[in-house]
């Protein structure tokens, strides 16, 4: 997607290299976490955002760090009560930990929308479970490569005590929950989409604009 003057929101963006940081692009990117160790504020965020919406009205370019913005708050906290909307939204390996049982699937797509303009669009990285599935077959096989492919399966299936996996996912599944959402529309899946030493899949999702209108980078 091209981001160029765009508004971006990183929702449970983690822990975030220098290489995973936007900066220079034209782009407000807004990362979101609650574990981030940061003192920034909502309010924080809403004046530097103001401030690049003048910025980009009078033609001035952001400054390099200037567009990139870290807060500690809860998703969910963040999406209910900030009062401007995002033009691109990434969801990286967090839906994943919304339970479908509870309706937390639906109530994060319904956030998502929500906090979002219309013709904008939503990028989701989770697990597929057909893969982690093949995996755990190939497992069963082979002792070493089983022992090889033990963090990676329990990770990637169950992740930690603190902070579950609580639904799961594979293309046919994603095409239900949005199916049942009824608000994005779904542009592709790539099923085995490489981010950070690990396959996931990639659901690249659109509100309010026609298929052939999707911009590609």
């Given at each position: 997607m091209?981001?160029?003057?765009?508004t971006?929101l990183?929702?449970g963006?983690?822990?975030?290299d220098c290489?995973d940081?936007?900066?220079?692009?034209g782009?407000?990117?807004?990362?979101l976490?609650?574990g981030y160790?940061?003192?920034?504020?909502?309010?924080?965020?809403?004046?530097?955002l103001?401030?690049?919406?003048?910025?980009?009205?009078?033609?001035?370019?952001?400054?390099v760090?200037?567009?990139?913005?870290?807060?500690?708050?809860?998703?969910?906290?963040?999406?209910d009560?900030?009062?401007?909307?995002f033009d691109?939204?990434?969801a990286?390996?967090?839906?994943?930990?919304?339970?479908?049982c509870s309706?937390?699937?639906?109530?994060?797509f319904?956030?998502?929308n929500n906090?979002s303009k219309?013709?904008?669009?939503?990028?989701?990285?989770v697990?597929n479970?057909?893969?982690?599935a093949?995996?755990?077959?190939?497992?069963?096989?082979?002792l070493?490569?089983s022992?090889?492919n033990?963090?990676?399966?329990?990770?990637?299936f169950c992740?930690?005590?603190?902070?579950?996996?609580?639904?799961?996912w594979?293309?046919?599944l994603?095409?239900?929950?949005?199916?049942?959402e009824?608000?994005w529309?779904l542009?592709?899946?790539?099923?085995?989409?490489?981010?950070?030493?690990?396959d996931y899949?990639?659901?690249?999702?659109f509100?309010?604009m026609?298929?052939?209108?999707?911009?590609?980078?």
């Open positions: 091209k981001l160029d003057k765009k971006v990183h929702i963006a983690g822990k975030v290489a940081i936007h900066n220079g692009d782009a407000f990117h807004v990362y976490d609650r160790p940061f003192t920034c504020t909502m309010r924080d965020v809403m004046d530097s103001v401030k690049w919406q003048a910025d980009v009205i009078n033609g001035v370019h952001p400054t760090g200037g567009s990139s913005h870290f807060i500690p708050a809860d998703i969910f906290e963040f999406l009560q900030f009062p401007f909307q691109h939204i990434e990286y390996r967090i839906f994943e930990h919304q339970e479908y309706g937390e699937i639906g109530r994060l319904e956030a998502c906090i219309d013709n904008s669009t939503l990028d989701i990285l697990p479970a057909e893969i982690l093949t995996l755990l077959l190939e497992c069963e096989k082979d070493e490569y022992l090889n033990m963090l990676v399966l329990n990770s990637e992740n930690i005590k603190a902070d579950p996996h609580g639904s799961i594979t293309p046919r994603a095409e239900i929950y949005l199916h049942q009824a608000t529309e542009h592709n899946i790539q099923s085995a989409h490489h981010h950070k030493g690990r899949m990639k659901i690249e999702c509100k309010g026609g298929n052939k209108e999707w911009i590609q980078e």
